[in-house]
């Protein structure tokens, strides 16, 4: 398989510290990776820079053969690359078909002019977004609450809107961070599914995850970062059973503890 | 027709519509697209004198001037808005007065704007040779308004809509979905621009004298307190705003209500305003038309 996306030497400091580390990453095409690792690894940093919201100090970034260094988020975005935010950002005074639409924005062409004027373009585009985003929400089992305020569902559910408006516009990759923080077994075996379902429609995924368990079963490879740096990368059994990684978390602990966190 | 109308209430409402026209320009840009602008009053003066210049001192036809003006307007607000945009949302207010005091302070000393003396003689605009009268100006003005409510209405419905309330409620989310959120901000303040551009176009035509005193930070403050009073990103809240805000003052004057000395109106006015705000901002934060749970479309369920 093809090599999707290419990263060499990421680096990126805050002040004295080092957040990412001479990380360097392949992901293939159709890949399920995770990426773990103790609190403050570094890991939703990473995602940060892949998705252009921080600029790598150092390091290179190639996406589908295009260099992506650099890029503005939005511009990354319309490369093909969607996110989830481990603190859940979603529109919530607006319902969840209005956030989930939001997703198909880079899809729509109808400017301002065939707006003002209603042109035919412009209604068809408007009904061909409602039908997608109406679509992946009976997929997901969401349709009895597409009218609600998004900011009114319960967690789990605020989770899979903000993954459904990272998924109605079949981006190439998307990076989900911490997806199944806070949502029952049950919630979590669905959640598996659904990484499953997004593998199948062509989808890469990059998955940010603490459920050990979920990420082993769910993964074809595994990476761990510790203090930014990549300590591990391969199979998911062969990864969680290496002594450096067992050290990275049961170290991280102690830390936590020392600091009353 | 003309002689059965008290021309004074005829003037009343012809600037009530322009004011209105002010107020929906600065509700896209600080109520649909969240960007807080000091300003406003610049765009409007940008706009009179522009029409003003064409049609006094270049000459030209002032349907013409008019239309020139609004595309001064428009592109004018986007290259000033630009590097205000760029900076933090914190600073805006800021640098948005900043941007409001050097445009009347430009209007006040430039040779092209007339300096203190302003611009006399802005014609009339005439229609197959006939000069409009005041009755006709004020149905071209309120056509103008109806459309500028239409144009709007389906601004806020369209991917410009969309792209502004992603910016307003989350900048990164709406980077994240692959809006270029600067375009899309500095296409809100030029579209608001614009129609403070076409606001004061009419109002030059329709006084016939401009000058800078008119386009000052007090007309831009009080343009937000009416916008945000009346209800930040709806039609109807700044349609109540401006009203009520504008017509209050008249109120006292038609009526000739002694209560309060005339000359301190203004002043007096700006108390009101200030204080309204901060009630609203304690008890509906959201204006008086301001809605809790927000649809951007109706949805369509089958
Ligand atoms: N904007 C920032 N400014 C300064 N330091 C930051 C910033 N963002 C992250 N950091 C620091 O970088 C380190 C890595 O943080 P990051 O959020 O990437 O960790 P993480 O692996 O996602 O942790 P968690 O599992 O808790 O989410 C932490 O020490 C954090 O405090
Ligand atoms: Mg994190």
């Not at chain 2, 600080?30 to 969240?34: E, L, N, R």
């Given at each position: 398989m093809d090599a999707l996306l290419e990263m060499k030497g990421i680096t990126k400091r805050f002040g004295g510290l080092t957040a990412v580390d001479q990380v360097d990453l392949i992901v293939k095409k159709g890949e399920i990776l995770g990426l773990i690792g103790p609190n403050g690894a570094g890991k939703t940093t990473f995602f940060n820079i892949l998705t252009g919201i921080y600029r790598p100090d150092q390091g290179n970034i190639q996406f589908n053969g295009t260099d992506?260094?650099?890029?503005k988020p939005y511009q990354i975005a319309n490369q093909g690359i969607f996110r989830t935010f481990q603190n859940i950002r979603l529109l919530?005074?607006?319902s969840v078909l209005d956030n989930i639409k939001l997703g198909l924005f880079r899809q729509t062409k109808a400017g301002a002019w065939s707006s003002i004027f209603g042109l035919r373009r412009s209604r068809e585009e408007e009904k061909k977004v409602a039908e997608e985003s109406w679509a992946l929400l009976e997929r997901l089992g969401l349709t009895d609450l597409?009218?609600?305020?998004?900011?009114?569902?319960s967690y789990g559910n605020q989770r899979r809107v903000e993954i459904a408006r990272a998924l109605v516009s079949h981006p190439e990759m998307i990076l989900l961070d911490e997806p199944a923080a806070g949502m029952n077994s049950e919630e979590v075996e669905s959640l598996s599914a659904l990484v499953r379902q997004i593998r199948q429609q062509g989808t890469t995924v990059i998955l940010i995850e603490h459920n050990v368990g979920m990420v082993v079963e769910l993964c074809d490879r595994l990476v761990v970062l510790d203090h930014g740096v990549k300590i591990a990368d391969g199979d998911p059994n062969q990864v969680v059973a290496n002594p450096a990684v067992i050290e990275a978390y049961i170290g991280g602990q102690e830390v936590t503890e020392v600091v009353g966190d | 027709m003309e002689g059965w109308i008290n021309p004074y209430y005829l003037d009343i409402i012809v600037f009530l519509f322009i004011n209105i026209i002010l107020g929906l320009g600065l509700n896209l840009i600080?109520?649909?697209?969240?960007q807080v602008s000091l300003g406003h009053a610049a765009f409007y003066g940008i706009g009179a004198y522009s029409t003003a210049i064409f049609s006094v001192k270049i000459g030209l036809n002032p349907w013409l001037s008019i239309l020139l003006a609004v595309i001064i307007t428009f592109l004018l607000s986007a290259i000033l808005g630009l590097p205000s945009l760029r900076v933090r949302e914190d600073f805006l207010a800021i640098t948005t007065l900043g941007l409001g005091l050097i445009a009347q302070s430009f209007f006040k000393n430039a040779k092209i704007t007339g300096g203190a003396y302003g611009i006399d003689g802005i014609p009339m605009p005439s229609i197959f040779g006939h000069e409009l009268t005041d009755v006709e100006y004020l149905l071209l003005v309120f056509i103008v308004l109806l459309v500028l409510i239409y144009v709007l209405h389906r601004l806020s419905r369209s991917k410009l809509g969309q792209a502004w309330t992603a910016i307003q409620e989350d900048e990164v989310v709406a980077q994240s979905m692959g809006i270029n959120t600067l375009y899309y901000k500095v296409l809100a303040f030029a579209i608001g621009g614009a129609f403070a551009g076409v606001a004061g176009a009419l109002f030059a035509h329709k006084v016939s004298f401009i000058s800078?005193?008119?386009?000052?930070f007090t007309l831009s403050a009080t343009l937000l307190s009416m916008v945000v009073i009346g209800g930040l990103g709806t039609i109807r809240g700044t349609l109540f705003g401006v009203s009520v805000l504008y017509l209050l003052p008249e109120v006292f004057r038609i009526f000739d209500?002694?209560?309060?000395d005339p000359n301190y109106i203004d002043t007096y006015k700006m108390i009101l305003y200030g204080l309204l705000m901060v009630i609203m901002m304690r008890y509906r934060p959201k204006g008086v038309f301001g809605r809790k749970i927000r649809h951007q479309k109706r949805a369509v369920k089958d």
């Open positions: 992506i260094t650099g890029f919530k005074d607006y597409a009218n609600e305020a998004a900011g009114n569902l | 600080t109520g649909y697209a969240g800078s005193d008119t386009f000052g209500i002694k209560i309060i």
